[in-house]
């Protein structure tokens, strides 16, 4: 039971190019995150998903969008990377609306 | 709106002493709670959590957290401090609607030995 993982680890962009993280887990949860993490500023939710096939905005969505096309996948997707999206990204999931999240290892990205 | 606050970004604390991190909460309807450790290029592990029921709920690793609601509190203690408790920690507040944590902006504890 891996938990939740991410992919890749690390990732450095140049300004202008796209990418997109894996978040998967293996724990059948229905409820899925992608935070971002800033020095100073904590986590800060950019989007989630309810199930399979929704999705919904967070705190700070601009800039990024997200699929979950599986119950195990949460994808998040930077169409044109900017220097402000420069941070470690953080997946989570949870089994409920009223459980415990559990996070991934992170993602940290670098845009030049 | 929900917001957490957590006073003193740094804390330091020799080995053996009490470890006190302070969180206070703005929540329009009964809050869940939440504690959340980071350690150095990892993620976040939760420490404990209060939904309902006792208010004085026990984590892993010896910590534990009272909620107080007259004082809108929810701060995290350990009797004695050990190095490997030295890491970023984080309360977070959530209603419960859509589970969405917000965070509060984390207290980096040091353990000076």
């Known amino acids: 039971n891996a938990g939740v993982t991410q992919t890749p680890k690390f990732r450095v962009l140049k300004t202008g190019q796209s990418m997109t993280l894996l978040c998967a887990q293996d724990m059948n949860h229905e409820y899925m995150y992608w935070y971002r993490q800033d020095p100073g500023m904590g986590l800060r939710l950019i989007h989630y998903?309810?199930?399979?096939?929704?999705?919904a905005k967070g705190e700070v969505p601009d800039g990024y969008n997200v699929s979950r096309l599986k119950k195990q996948n949460f994808l998040l997707g930077l169409e044109s990377a900017a220097p402000s999206q420069t941070s470690v990204y953080f997946c989570a999931s949870s089994v409920d609306r009223e459980a415990t999240q559990y996070f991934g290892p992170g993602t940290r990205l670098t845009v030049l | 709106a929900q917001s957490v606050t957590q006073l003193g970004s740094h804390v330091s604390v020799s080995e053996g002493a009490l470890v006190l991190l302070r969180c206070n909460y703005s929540s329009s309807v009964p809050p869940y709670l939440f504690w959340y450790v980071q350690y150095p290029n990892q993620g976040l592990q939760l420490l404990l959590k209060y939904t309902t029921g006792a208010t004085l709920v026990k984590g892993i690793n010896g910590f534990e957290a009272e909620f107080k609601k007259s004082e809108t509190s929810f701060h995290l203690t350990k009797p004695s401090a050990h190095m490997s408790d030295a890491a970023e920690y984080f309360c977070a507040v959530s209603h419960g609607a859509t589970n969405k944590l917000i965070f509060g902006t984390g207290t980096l504890l040091a353990v000076q030995p």
């Open positions: 998903s309810v199930g399979e096939g929704t999705t």
